[in-house]
């Protein structure tokens, strides 16, 4: 009961003081003792089915009954409060729950309960001496931790007996402790990416936040308070809406609970997967899905819950939904717009259109499996399907200018058809001229010279020529046109195939190579 101990006397006197109507304020001033003691001692009277009048007829023994002393209000008032311990821990992990709030919550179906401060201490007091408690400052819904295994996971090339070895990739909610396992062939960007899209998706959801170690995949640069996240780490943030951060460079206290999950990971799964030989990373993960069930179905020590039934009862439902559609690499380029009209993307060795008024300028690109986007200030002037064909063009209408538009059909098909009207060995030539550049538009730049000197020489001269440099180590127009110019095609039996470095002592001979 809270406030002072008031002897029968008194407790008389204050019924006679209600039975008047007067407010426990003025009865608390009347009697000297405080108002919170009226307060008490009112709401006993209210609480049994007495009137004023009959509290008065009671005899002292009968009176004193109706109010417990102050050790018995203590035990009974702790009592109540710690059957609500369990409900705290709960409701603690949900997103936004405060030990504030509970308090305002307990005290307002217990007016005489603890005040603030002695509700915050009983109740740290209580968790202290509960195993786990420490789990409590983890929000349910609110992150995600990832980081690789030190050890690894080893699979058998079936032709060479070649061992490759496995980066196994485990992620945690710390709240619940529901665990992820995935074994990736490499810690690179693509595979880091397919780790985590993969776990979420056997979430069936997104957390707000998650949380690598300093991955070289995820991070450029790691830092104490702000680590430098990579752009398409930042994209796949945007993707799933929520945030991807690190860790603190030599703080273990940050990624303490996922490395304990990495011990029991080596204790549950690594040692049973020890015992069998796999030929391939899909074998692997096949069975770490299995024991990963398994695995999340353990219970917690002294407990009947496990991973999975306090992921499902208190996790879960604060995930966020997952997107319609499964996250994709974006790559970037920064190119210049070629004066045909087209970017060239050296990765796969293709051109895409832009529009002839962005000509001579330098553009954004983004890229993935599916599509290729340009962009100039920010400004999407151009989307394309993404093409694999190496030399070809990917080709818009809209976007070419009237002087542009033959460039369209350029390929090694159409020069190597254009060849064949002047001869077969012309043919034979700009096959060989444009397959052997790295970059394809040279070799049509210079295809199409070869062809236009048909202006100054004849069909036959032009032939006769490509026959001659045809054994050449490399080919090209300069090659043409000098030959034509210097008529050695007219006398190709008067070509000089002497050395032309002069003879010299420094100079070893074929006797040296024996």
């Known amino acids: 009961m809270a406030g002072q101990r008031i002897n029968l006397m008194e407790i008389k006197e204050l019924i006679l003081l209600k039975k008047k109507k007067l407010s426990n304020r003025k009865a608390a001033a009347i009697l000297g003792v405080s108002r919170n003691t ?12 007495f009137g ?3 509290l008065l007829n009671l005899d002292d023994e009968a009176l004193n009954d109706l109010f417990p002393t102050a050790s018995e209000v203590e035990g009974r008032r702790f009592e109540e409060l710690v059957q609500y311990f369990p409900y705290f821990i709960k409701e603690l992990k949900k997103p936004g729950c405060t030990l504030g709030q509970l308090w305002q919550e307990y005290i307002h179906k217990h007016p005489d309960g603890y005040k603030s401060t002695q509700f915050h201490h009983y109740f740290n007091k209580w968790r202290k001496k509960e195993k786990g408690s420490l789990r409590i400052e983890h929000k349910a819904g609110e992150k995600l931790f990832f980081d690789f295994t030190g050890k690894k996971l080893e699979v058998v090339d079936k032709k060479s007996g070649e061992i490759k070895e496995l980066n196994v990739l485990v992620g945690i909610l710390p709240c619940s402790q529901y665990t992820f396992v995935i074994a990736l062939q490499t810690q690179g960007k693509e595979d880091v990416i397919k780790g985590i899209t993969l776990c979420l998706k056997y979430f069936k959801g997104v957390p707000k936040v998650i949380i690598t170690d300093n991955l070289k995949s995820i991070v450029n640069k790691a830092h104490k308070y702000a680590p430098q996240i990579n752009r398409t780490a930042k994209n796949l943030g945007l993707h799933y809406n929520c945030s991807i951060t690190a860790t603190r460079p030599y703080s273990p206290k940050d990624k303490a609970l996922v490395e ?39 219970k917690f020590t002294n407990s009947s ?21 499964a996250f994709e690499i974006k790559y970037y380029k920064r190119l210049k717009v070629q004066k045909m009209g087209y970017i060239y993307l050296s990765t796969d060795r293709h051109y895409y259109s832009v529009p002839y008024q962005y000509i001579g300028q330098r553009v954004e690109v983004e890229y993935t499996q599916k599509t290729v986007e340009i962009y100039l200030q920010g400004k999407r002037i151009a989307l394309h399907l993404r093409s694999f064909e190496q030399g070809r063009y990917s080709t818009i209408k809209e976007h070419l200018s009237s002087a542009n538009k033959a460039y369209s059909q350029w390929s090694l098909d159409y020069f190597v058809k254009k060849g064949r009207r002047i001869g077969p060995n012309t043919q034979q030539y700009i096959d060989k001229l444009i397959r052997e550049k790295e970059y394809p538009e040279t070799g049509y730049k210079q295809a199409q010279g070869l062809l236009l000197l048909i202006k100054q020489y004849t069909s036959n001269r032009i032939e006769e020529a490509c026959r001659i440099a045809l054994p050449y180590h490399r080919h090209g127009y300069h090659t043409i046109a000098q030959i034509l110019e210097k008529g050695i095609d007219l006398n190709p039996e008067g070509v000089d195939k002497t050395s032309s470095i002069p003879n010299h002592r420094n100079i070893r001979g074929k006797h040296n190579y024996q």
């Not at 990971?265 to 074998?283: A, D, M």
């Open 260 to 298: 304990g999950a990495v011990r029991l990971v080596y204790q549950r799964i690594f040692y049973k997967l020890s015992k069998h030989t796999f030929f391939n990373p899909e074998e692997v993960n096949e069975q770490i899905l299995e024991l990963l069930d398994q695995y999340n179905d353990y």
């Open 52 to 54: 004023y009048d009959e």
């Open 305 to 325: 819950l496990t991973r999975r039934s306090e992921f499902l009862a208190i996790e879960k439902p604060f995930l966020q939904p997952l997107p319609s559609q």
């Open 38 to 49: 009226v307060n008490s001692y009112t709401k006993i009277f209210e609480s049994h089915e």
